[in-house]
């Protein structure tokens, strides 16, 4: 597997990664309202270390082919987002509560919450689908399902590093700023809503 297209992916990578979306917000809300960061973002981890496993299988294929098991798919992950992003402007909370609490629903309800937003987002594994092939070396001495396995997880790992580093960083900042974290906190709620409300309607015109 040749370096230059390990480093070209890594690239990439980033710069996607560095796009604001579902996953940056699932991040901020979790460091700004209940200090989670770390099992938050160890549960959008572990949803694309299923979408690896998915299209290393050659299951992710066999999901795209089949209309039916794609809308449903969509339908499902753009309601979660919707839900989620509920969640957070229904009880927005807090950035200066004790660093000692136990947020709403424990660490496990968070990291449970972090593979919903990775794991159910269909656009994630169409983007998996398109963006890993096209990093792999079909004369390599690798086999193609251990390339795609090793792209997914350098990917894992850096959506692992930049949204601790995210997450952390948006709560050292603003935890001392109340107004400031309670209105980054409603973006971060309202963003969920409008991806979950464009991924249906994206596939409802789609038919």
């Known amino acids: 597997m040749s370096m230059s297209l390990v480093l070209a992916f890594w690239v990439m990578t980033l710069a996607l990664i560095a796009v604001p979306g579902p996953d940056w917000a699932f991040t901020?809300?979790?460091?700004?309202?209940?200090?989670?960061?770390?099992?938050?973002v160890g549960g959008l981890m572990l949803g694309y270390v299923v979408l690896t496993g998915i299209v290393a299988a050659g299951v992710g294929?066999?999901?795209?082919?089949?209309?039916?098991?794609?809308?449903?798919?969509?339908?499902v992950g753009a309601a979660y987002l919707i839900y989620l992003g509920w969640r957070v402007l229904s009880d927005p909370g807090t950035a200066q509560a004790s660093p000692a609490s136990?947020?709403?629903?424990?660490?496990?309800?968070?990291?449970?919450?972090?593979?919903?937003?990775?794991?159910?987002?269909?656009?994630?594994?169409?983007?998996?689908?398109?963006?890993?092939?096209?990093?792999?070396?079909p004369r390599g001495t690798w086999s193609a399902p251990v390339q795609l396995g090793t792209l997914g997880l350098l990917f894992v790992a850096t959506c692992g590093l930049f949204y601790t580093a995210l997450g952390l960083g948006a709560r050292a900042v603003l935890g001392a700023r109340p107004a400031a974290s309670r209105a980054l906190t409603r973006v971060s709620g309202v963003a969920p809503i409008v991806v979950g409300i464009a991924l249906l309607a994206e596939r409802l015109l789609t038919h």
């Not at 901020?28 to 938050?40: E, F, Q």
Request: charged share 15%; glycine share 12%.
């Open 28 to 40: 901020l809300a979790s460091g700004i309202r209940d200090r989670v960061v770390l099992p938050a």
């Open 61 to 75: 294929t066999l999901v795209t082919q089949t209309p039916a098991v794609l809308d449903v798919l969509t339908f």
């Open 102 to 137: 136990v947020p709403r629903g424990g660490w496990r309800g968070w990291m449970l919450r972090g593979m919903g937003v990775s794991g159910l987002n269909p656009k994630g594994l169409l983007l998996f689908l398109a963006m890993l092939p096209q990093f792999t070396d």
